[in-house]
């Protein structure tokens, strides 16, 4: 029932249909909450209701009552409050869409237990869907197709069965998320795509981010993530779609044929960011070689101060080793002063003798 002009409540009557696998109400008029009957529907495996005009908070009953729910589609709502701890009981989720929404809050580090989302994808296990028919008064199990229109690398994309089924994805962009990115998210190692831009995130970003070895779009823009980009983060060689943008990052990007292969400006905004593919070149070899220049000066000046002073230490010891002599030994000094009379009348003659030749 998606893309219609439906509006108004979601019916409670809905939660009577005990066997409804897959719910597509995208793309309408929608209002108000989620509707509590919902909970009744135990064995949704999908559930879309992205572009509505939803509101109130996520109910921890899709956590607790849905277990059998591998696709959660809610963006571009208006859900607010936290994330319920009871989302984490989704172990079978491969795709969680809380995009464009008021949620606040922080992430749970219980989405560890995203079970599926620990596995690398692989077409083994895809699973047919069934749904019983009867027919003729006889029952018998038919398989049906699973469709998603999902955001894939910038543009709106259709997913179909094998093709959705290796889609592992995590979107809470553009919320009121906050602090931290938790390290528990690098347990995912399954996980093909990652959007957590737009959610006011502050501190680091996790230095074992790298063991997401699996994920082909990373997007973490937009944010106030510091310190350094992890050099884990080259190790990824199937990233394909990088976006470090707007943030306070700072350092040297990693060197990896991974990360410099990126266009500049998914990583601008960063002011404090250098090196390759930024024009902004690093000034490592200038600070190495600052410590080497002033290595240099201080031995020129513990050179010089040396000199000098054993320049003076000499001049003071020579001055007192003669005229201290000739002040204490009466004989030297009368000796010097005969000297210096003596001189004086040499000096005397050469200069009358001159004057007078002249």
């Not at 108004?8 to 509590?36: A, D, F, W, Y």
């Not at 823009?221 to 060689?237: C, E, H, K, W």
Request: proline share 3%; net charge positive.
């Amino acid at each position: 029932m998606s893309q219609n002009k439906f509006s108004g409540k979601i019916p409670t009557s809905q939660g009577s249909l005990l066997e409804l696998q897959v719910l597509l109400l995208r793309n309408n008029n929608l209002t108000g909450e989620l509707s509590s009957s919902l909970r009744n529907c135990i064995k949704l495996v999908m559930l879309d209701m992205t572009e509505n005009r939803l509101s109130e908070s996520i109910p921890d009953w899709i956590g607790s009552k849905l277990l059998e729910l591998q696709f959660l589609s809610l963006g571009n709502n208006s859900f607010n409050g936290s994330l319920p701890l009871q989302i984490c009981y989704l172990k079978s989720i491969q795709l969680l869409d809380l995009s464009l929404n008021n949620i606040s809050g922080q992430i749970p580090k219980c989405i560890k237990n995203f079970s599926s989302m620990t596995q690398v994808p692989s077409l083994r296990d895809y699973q047919v869907h069934l749904y019983m028919a009867y027919i003729n008064s006889f029952s018998i199990y038919l398989t049906y197709n699973l469709n998603a229109f999902l955001m894939w690398k910038g543009s709106e994309q259709m997913f179909k069965n094998n093709g959705l089924s290796l889609l592992k994805s995590i979107d809470l962009s553009s919320n009121q998320l906050s602090r931290e990115i938790p390290k528990e998210i690098a347990n995912l190692f399954g996980l093909i795509s990652l959007n957590l831009s737009r959610i006011y995130l502050t501190e680091k970003i996790p230095s074992n981010i790298g063991k997401l070895t699996s994920l082909e779009f990373l997007d973490l823009s937009r944010n106030q993530l510091v310190g350094s980009i992890p050099l884990s983060l080259a190790q990824i060689d199937r990233l394909t779609i990088l976006d470090l943008s707007h943030n306070y990052l700072s350092g040297k990007i990693p060197t990896g044929t991974q990360l410099q292969s990126f266009d500049s400006s998914k990583y601008e905004g960063n002011v404090d960011l250098c090196g390759p593919p930024l024009k902004k070149l690093c000034i490592d070899r200038v600070s190495r070689q600052q410590p080497i220049a002033n290595f240099h000066e201080n031995d020129n000046l513990i050179f010089n101060r040396e000199f000098y002073t054993s320049m003076a230490i000499g001049f003071v010891m020579s001055f007192w080793g003669v005229f201290g002599s000739i002040l204490i030994i009466r004989s030297w000094r009368h000796a010097y002063f005969k000297f210096l009379s003596n001189l004086e009348d040499i000096l005397y003659i050469m200069v009358a003798m001159k004057v007078f030749k002249w």
